[in-house]
């Protein structure tokens, strides 16, 4: 069966050779399939391994955003409330700055509302600033231009706040500047440096808590003048010899820890008055009590002009006890308000100073008055002279005001 035998053979080769190749293709089918299936099952893998990553991304990034908003938001808050408790702050008021309509706290509450209106707005697109709704780019978004404003807000306000500082005068008020001195070392940190608000509301908690210290030190200079004051109301004479006044204007005197300086040019030169007005004022004024802002130098003294023509005459008059009350009664009034010439005493602050003498120093009224009303009442002085003289008047008026500077601390 050779024949048949290698006949059979191509025969069943072409069969075997016809189904090697459909069971490779059966083969090849399935291999696609399965590359196909594992290409799909990968594909999905990474798909749902994706979706996955891409929610715990976006799960994450809220986390972050929702644990940002909680920071900045405090922060802010922060910033806000402290602006508030400054704004309302009797202590800030500039009270010589009559030319701006603007008040110092109102120029604090309007960047405190600034600012709240930015939180505010914050917080109305993701109604819980420690639980934001939305979505986290967005968030953050909203956060990125909140934060920037509030910064750009709070920068302003500390830019002026240093000048709030300098107007209010506590160099020359306080008996110790070293807190001021610290709170001054807190301003000058430059707003510049802020990288956020975490930076800001840290920089003005702190000047807020150095300006605290401030107002205490100056509320207890405040409480020892109105002590010594009372002790020194209580120095008078009846019988005016030069020797008694002399004698109870120096106890007046060293009882506030004052000097008096008698002096040819009653002090001119050191307070800076030039030499036409000094030749004026030289004529009729008997003292002078001088300090500018920022300069200590003077305030612990005051001037007794030697060259006026009643001079020394003067001394033994008790018109003299009552300018030296007079000459502290402007110390006592720089002292609380940061002026001799506070926005409430209007054009009047001679005369409220001269009311604050007679309430709080026992200065004699009408020795006081006796001095200036012959002259509002004189024809024969000029308006100029009579109105000058109305303005030392002590009248009730004048005492309003000056019970108001002295118990109130209330100098606009
Ligand atoms: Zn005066």
């Known amino acids: 069966m050779p024949s048949t035998g290698p006949y059979s053979i ?3 080769r072409p069969a075997a050779v016809y189904r090697m190749p459909a069971q490779r293709v059966t083969s090849r089918k399935s291999h696609a399939n399965a590359i196909i299936a594992i290409v799909l099952v990968a594909a999905f893998v990474v798909f749902a391994v994706g979706a996955v990553a891409a929610k715990n991304r976006q799960i994450k990034e809220h986390e972050a955003i929702t644990k940002q908003s909680k920071i900045v938001y405090d922060h802010a808050m922060q910033i806000s409330k402290a602006l508030g408790r400054l704004a309302s702050d009797p202590n800030i008021s500039d009270p010589s700055d009559s030319s701006d309509s603007d008040s110092v706290a109102e120029t604090v509450a309007s960047y405190k509302s600034s600012i709240d209106d930015y ?15 939305g979505n986290s780019k967005d968030i953050a978004y909203d956060l990125r231009f909140m934060e920037y404003e509030t ?3 709070a920068q302003g306000f500390f830019d002026e706040f240093d000048s709030i500082v300098e107007h209010a005068n506590w160099s020359v008020r306080l008996a110790d500047t070293r807190n001021l001195e610290t709170l001054n070392s807190t301003l000058g940190r430059s707003p510049d440096k802020w990288k956020d608000t975490a930076d800001a509301a840290a920089d003005i908690t702190a000047a807020m808590k150095h300006l605290a210290a401030v107002e205490e030190d100056l509320t ?6 109105h002590s010594r004051e009372e002790q020194a109301s209580s120095f008078d004479t009846t019988i005016p010899t030069q020797q008694t ?8 005197a060293d009882t506030l820890g004052v000097a008096i300086a008698y002096s040819p040019d009653g002090g001119a030169s050191e307070c800076g008055v030039d030499a036409l007005q000094a030749s004026e004022a030289m004529e009729n004024s008997q003292g002078f009590y001088c300090t500018r802002a920022g300069d200590r130098t003077n305030r612990d003294k005051f001037y007794v002009n030697t060259a006026i023509t009643s001079y020394p005459d003067v001394l033994s008059h008790l018109y003299f006890l009552a300018t030296v009350k007079h000459e502290l ?6 002292i609380t308000c940061g002026t001799t010439d506070p926005i409430i005493a209007g054009d009047r602050d001679e005369g409220v100073t001269s009311a604050y003498a007679v309430l709080f120093f026992g200065a004699n009224e009408q020795v006081l008055n006796s001095a200036v009303i012959p002259v509002i009442n004189n024809p024969n002085e000029s308006q100029e002279t009579r109105d000058a003289a109305a303005k030392y008047l002590v009248d009730d008026q004048g005492k309003t005001i000056a019970r108001q500077i002295h118990d109130e601390r209330k100098c606009r």
């Open 10 to 12: 191509p025969g069943f």
């Open 119 to 133: 939180i505010e707005g914050y917080v109305s697109t993701v109604n819980n600033p420690y639980a934001p709704s």
């Open 151 to 153: 910064l750009r807000k």
């Open 220 to 225: 207890s200079v405040i409480a020892d003048l």
């Open 245 to 252: 006044v002399m004698t109870a204007s120096q106890h007046v």
């Open 329 to 334: 009664s402007h110390r006592s009034i720089l």
